[in-house]
Structure formats: structure tokens, C-alpha cells
């Protein structure tokens, strides 16, 4: 079965620290993404990757940075985290057509105070 | 601009009832629509979904209904029961988007027995 995990769970970082959110995919997937989740707004892309050393801009790039060492790990990176970046954070991984499932982790959920 | 609406965000059906969830769309060049169904502390999961070529795509008890003139599908949810209890999203996307989804803000079921 699909498996994509996320670390840390949870998370509080400070107003201006780097926070580095991690996902791996035990899938062989070529496609990684990066989501946020908050009330009203549903899930918006952040980031997402096409295969190892890709990064592409989604919709709210701004803030984030992504990076895509490998086929199994996907980084989001908060350079300067920000209290409207609190949210939480769900990755997923999905093969390469347009009509094949996406599978999500199990969310970060990150407070920046 | 939220270009995959979803009419409601909560829903309160009784146990047994048919539950009908909305969804409308703006880009005519979406051809994929899936709807996740996520339990609260999960990540999203893959509930069913249907491609632009046809008007009605039924798997159990869950079933689409696609409109492709007027734009909009609904997600029917026959006999529901509360382990139905959970955030719906309904998502588009197009062939030359290499699987990028757009989620609607989903809507929140909740079944009470």
C-alpha cells in the first residue's frame, strides 16, 4: 500500500526561525507535492516536484522554499517562518499522469509564534 | 479566485439519509474530478472520481453525477451512516497540468444517527 510519511507531527517555531518540514514516499512515485491546509481556504499547492533534483512553483509559492534530494524525500523550507505560515502541512506523492490518485501523508501541523 | 467551488461547507444529514454534496467548477479544460474524503487528524484519501467523458460514475454507496454544460457534479452518498462523518473535497484538474489538482474548500459532513 502507498505509504507517505511527514515529520515532525507538530511543530512551534519562533517568528523569523528556518523550520524545515520533511516527507518521504515509500511509493516510487515521480510526483511530490506540498499543501497547506486552513479553514475556508481548503488545500493550496506550494510546491511540487516532477523527480529527484526538481522543484516547481504552485499556487502560494511565496515564503517557501522546496528541495527534492532524492525520489523518496521532499523538503518544504521556511527560511523566515512567519505567524500566517501557521497551518497545517500535508505532502503527497503521485505518479506522473494527470488522472492518477494522489497520496497524502498524515500532516505537520506547524504554530509559529 | 476559487476556480472549484463548493456550495457548502457543512452538512448535517440523519443516519440513513442520502447526503448530497455540490461542486462547481469555472475552467471548461478540467477533464478530472476527484473527490477526497478526509477523517479529521488524516490526510486526504481518494474517495472516487470521474473524467469529463462521462455524466455518472458510481462506486457502492457513493456516486457522481457529472454536468458538463452547466459546469458542476455533486457527490451523492446513499444511506449514510456517521462513519461518513468527515471533510469532503471536490477537485479538478486538466491533461497539460501534470496531475496538479485544485481543491474546492471542502464541506464538512456530519451524519448523526
Known amino acids: 500500500e502507498a505509504a507517505v510519511t511527514q515529520s515532525p507531527r507538530n511543530k512551534v517555531a519562533v517568528t523569523g526561525g528556518k523550520v524545515t518540514l520533511s516527507c518521504n514516499q515509500t511509493?516510487?512515485?515521480?510526483?511530490m507535492y506540498w499543501y497547506r491546509q486552513d479553514t475556508g481556504h481548503g488545500l493550496r499547492l506550494i510546491h511540487y516536484s516532477y523527480g529527484a533534483g526538481s522543484t516547481e512553483k504552485g499556487d502560494i509559492p511565496d515564503g517557501y522554499k522546496a528541495s527534492r534530494p532524492s525520489q523518496e524525500n521532499f523538503s518544504l523550507i521556511l527560511e523566515l517562518a512567519t505567524p500566517s505560515q501557521t497551518s497545517v502541512y500535508f505532502c503527497?506523492?503521485?505518479?506522473?499522469?494527470?488522472?492518477?490518485?494522489?497520496?497524502f501523508g498524515p500532516g505537520t501541523r506547524l504554530l509559529v509564534l | 479566485q476559487q476556480q472549484v467551488r463548493q456550495s457548502s461547507q457543512s452538512l448535517t444529514v440523519w443516519e440513513g439519509e442520502t447526503a448530497i454534496l455540490n461542486c462547481s467548477y469555472e475552467?471548461?479544460?478540467?477533464?478530472?474530478f476527484p473527490w477526497y474524503q478526509q477523517f479529521p487528524g488524516e490526510g486526504p484519501a481518494l474517495l472516487i472520481a470521474?473524467?469529463?467523458?462521462?455524466d455518472k460514475k458510481e462506486d457502492g454507496r457513493f456516486t457522481i453525477f457529472f454536468n458538463k454544460r452547466e459546469k458542476n457534479l455533486s457527490l451523492h452518498i446513499k444511506d449514510s451512516q456517521p462513519g461518513d462523518s468527515a471533510t469532503y473535497f471536490c477537485a479538478a484538474n486538466y491533461g497539460s497540468s501534470g496531475n496538479k489538482l485544485i481543491f474546492g474548500i471542502g464541506t464538512l459532513l456530519s451524519v448523526k444517527p
Open positions: 511509493n516510487n512515485h515521480n510526483n
Open positions: 503527497a506523492s503521485g505518479e506522473r499522469s494527470n488522472q492518477d490518485t494522489q497520496y
Open positions: 470521474i473524467r469529463s467523458v462521462s
Open positions: 475552467n471548461s479544460a478540467f477533464d478530472y
